[in-house]
């Protein structure tokens, strides 16, 4: 009779329909629903931001894969380029691209009158302003590859002036060409002419991806070439000192090392060096590799340097944690059978930490081939139109980076510049893509294996 | 039966494999083990009962010095194999680790093939001189640890694919492809179920005739059944030792009695 008592001392619970949810049941579902909420909207605005970041750099960026060329029916006088008449190489290469003048306002004429097009209201200059000041150059290299050509009328496709290319891009418009001093709506109607008459041709620019930087009136000229060598030269020490550095010293730390003060030091040094601001390791590196190494200025192996002190961090911490996970009933078995401590890490833990530590090495080498501060710091900023050599003397060359190629060219005045940057940017962005696809592709191939 | 008070017990001692004399282990302030006298012999099973936390499979541990992977682990005393103090500085713990296996609770096959699995112990010791010998030495250990004729048609397999009850018996297969003398099982049925542990038990009896085997136990009625000699830890002590049917049958002390029959532990 007693348990009947005590089965009454909470009268509050009453026995109610499963049919119809209780009050403190409707409130954790709500709470739930709220916090459902909650994650879709963070999960909405994170993706629209990204949506935003990219429709704004595609839209902006994609049109410099693209580029206004013209096709010249080049007259190319002996007279003028050959002045000796014997086609020795060197008196060829004498001629500047200054000498290239008359030539190219014989070519625009020529072209012109075979076209059939009437330059009405515009003077020689003028239309020959629609033509891109890299045009001798690019008749010029033309000429030295292949000093036959000397003597004929050639068809060269050179660049179009980065305004009218501009005009092909919607960037320039009849309205805005009225009141720039570097365009007119006269010469716009000339370009729109050449169009349709075919002499004028916007296609696929290899030369934005492949060319060196220009100077700062012809963008259209301006390419990723140095920089993106550059950058692969950078990404290539990086990969080769901080991989195996970084990952000795998580193994020394992580499986070897005592644990004491002196290593509980050090542990927390590394976290910490992981969140240093780049632009100290800029500092750090004029400091070190070029005032006090004398390594040179504006060189990948500096770069290289730097943004490997700054992607070893991120290598070790990741590597620690992919041994950390490893079950240590693997090092028992290993131990337990024999094996030297040296054994069991190099034959059994390191294998099992691979995919780990691939991906933690891959994500650090994107975050250096983004990082631009420090690079600024070691003069890879500088204007530099030559190719670097082939490694390892390339090394030691003068040469850009991509992200300091976008720095570089957003700080420039022409509208056609802030295109060529948001080219830049994807170009970069494919470069990243393809790291991170490649970190996917090798962790699951290591994870398959086992 | 006095001669079975751990005292006065009368131990052939051209037989004693493992001598264990006044162990201590602390784990930084705590005193694990204390005092454990202990003589393991040749060709016999001996079995390390006792409740939770008494430390039987930390004095399992101390035989091949797998206790030196964990850094506050310290130990006093001696332990003896074959005469020799394996605490001693010029011993390496590798070197006896191969003569003195193991074998863990949970089974922990490498994630690689079955073959590779009882490949490596022969590998790194050099017991192999040719692909042909080594064949030869995986096929016998595999048949030893009672796995062959599951296994022969996929040695190359991963292992961590078979069962639990196979993965141990791999893992005992392992252990033995080392030639070890001293086998150590450290619970090794605890993840099994009762036909893979009637399985391991027979293996068990059948390894004993090579080697010698010690294995720490949870299941009084497997130390029954598998065992010549039973220990019995409790709160870091060794409270009684002597032969299993003994224990079992007629215990000395008070709290044997008690944890056999189910009023301690």
Redesign the interface.
């Known amino acids: 009779m007693t348990d009947a008592t005590a089965s009454g001392a909470a009268p509050e619970r009453r026995h109610t329909s499963l049919m119809t949810a209780d009050k403190g049941t409707r409130r954790r579902n709500a709470a739930e629903a709220r916090f459902r909420a909650y994650g879709l909207a963070a999960i909405a605005v994170g993706l629209a931001a990204l949506v935003i970041l990219l429709v704004s750099i595609l839209s902006q960026g994609l049109s410099s894969f693209r580029q206004a060329y013209v096709t010249l029916d080049v007259p190319l006088t002996a007279e003028t380029l050959d002045p000796g008449g014997n086609r020795d190489p060197a008196d060829i290469a004498s001629v500047s691209t200054f000498g290239y003048s008359s030539i190219i306002r014989d070519a625009v004429l020529n072209t012109f009158r075979n076209a059939g097009i009437e330059i009405e209201g515009l003077s020689e200059d003028e239309a020959r302003g629609i033509i891109s000041p890299e045009a001798s150059a690019q008749i010029r290299d033309r000429v030295l590859a292949d000093p036959e050509l000397i003597g004929q009328t050639v068809e060269i496709e050179v660049l179009a002036n980065s305004w009218i290319d501009g005009y092909f891009k919607g960037r320039v418009t009849d309205r805005t060409a009225e009141l720039n001093s570097n365009v007119s709506p006269a010469q716009i109607q000339l370009a729109q002419a050449m169009q349709d008459a075919g002499i004028l041709n916007v296609h696929f620019n290899w030369a934005f991806i492949t060319a060196p930087d220009a100077s700062d009136n012809r963008p259209e000229a301006a390419g990723l070439g140095v920089a993106i060598i550059g950058s692969l030269y950078m990404m290539l020490i990086v990969l080769c000192l901080a991989l195996p550095i970084g990952v000795a010293a998580s193994i020394y730390l992580e499986e070897f090392a ?2 004491n003060w002196f290593t509980d030091v050090i542990e927390v040094n590394i976290s910490n060096l992981a969140a240093v601001p780049s632009i100290v390791y800029g500092i750090l590196g004029l400091a070190i590799f070029i005032n006090f190494a004398g390594l040179p200025q504006s060189a990948p192996i500096v770069g290289g340097l730097v943004l490997t002190l700054m992607t070893l961090p991120t290598i070790i911490i990741a590597t620690r944690a992919s041994l950390k996970a490893v ?1 240590p ?12 401590k040296m ?1 069991s890490v190099f ?2 833990v390191l294998p ?1 930490a691979m995919p780990g530590i691939l991906t933690g090495t891959i994500i650090g080498l994107a975050q250096a081939l983004g990082e631009t501060a420090p690079l600024l710091l070691i003069g890879m900023v500088a204007f530099v139109r030559d190719y670097p050599a082939a490694p390892p003397d390339g090394f030691f060359d003068p040469a850009s980076a991509l992200p300091v190629q976008v720095y570089n060219w957003t700080q420039r005045a022409d509208p056609a510049f802030v295109e060529r940057a948001s080219g830049a940017i994807i170009v970069l962005l494919v470069f990243l893509l393809i790291m991170n696809t490649l970190a996917i592709v090798l962790r699951r191939r290591f994870e398959r294996r ?1 | 039966m006095n001669d079975m008070r751990p005292l006065e017990r009368i131990v052939d001692t051209d037989n004693v494999k493992i001598a264990a004399k006044n162990v201590q282990v602390y784990y930084g302030d705590t005193h694990a083990i204390k005092d454990v006298d202990v003589d393991i012999l040749a060709n016999t099973v001996t079995a390390f009962i006792g409740p939770s936390g008494c430390g039987k499979s930390t004095f399992l541990r101390c035989i ?1 010095r ?1 206790n030196d ?1 964990i ?1 506050i682990a310290r130990i006093e005393g001696n332990i003896l194999l074959d005469g020799e103090d394996i605490y001693d500085k010029r011993v390496d713990p ?2 006896l ?2 003569r003195v ?4 609770q ?1 089974p ?5 093939s079955i073959y590779d699995n009882v490949a ?2 022969p590998k ?2 050099g017991l192999a001189r040719n692909k042909a010998e080594l064949d030869e030495i995986v096929e016998k250990a595999l048949r030893r640890g009672a796995i062959w004729d599951e296994v022969k048609d996929r040695l190359h397999a ?1 292992g ?1 694919g078979l069962s639990g009850g196979q993965q141990q018996r791999l ?1 005992i297969a ?2 033995v ?2 030639e070890p003398e001293v086998l150590l099982m450290d619970e090794p049925c605890s993840a099994l179920d009762p036909i893979a542990t009637a399985q391991v038990e027979e293996l068990i009896d059948e390894l004993k005739e090579t080697y010698s085997v010690v294995i720490v136990t949870h299941s009084m009625q497997q130390a029954a059944r598998v065992s010549q000699k039973t220990a019995f830890f409790h709160l870091g002590n060794l409270v009684e030792y002597g032969d299993t049917g003994d224990i079992f049958n007629t215990p000395q002390d008070q709290r044997t009695e008690s944890y056999i029959t189910g009023r301690i532990g």
Do not use: E
Not at chain 1, 333 to 339: E, F, P, Q, T, V
């Open positions: 005592p644990q079950p009933s693997i090092r028992d078995a290993a131990l337990g059978i024999g094996a030297s054994q034959h059994h099992l086992w | 091949n797998m992977t850094d590798v070197q680790r191969a296996g193991m074998v863990f949970k922990n096959p490498f994630p690689k490596y112990g790194i010791h991963s961590t893992c392992r252990a492809a080392t």
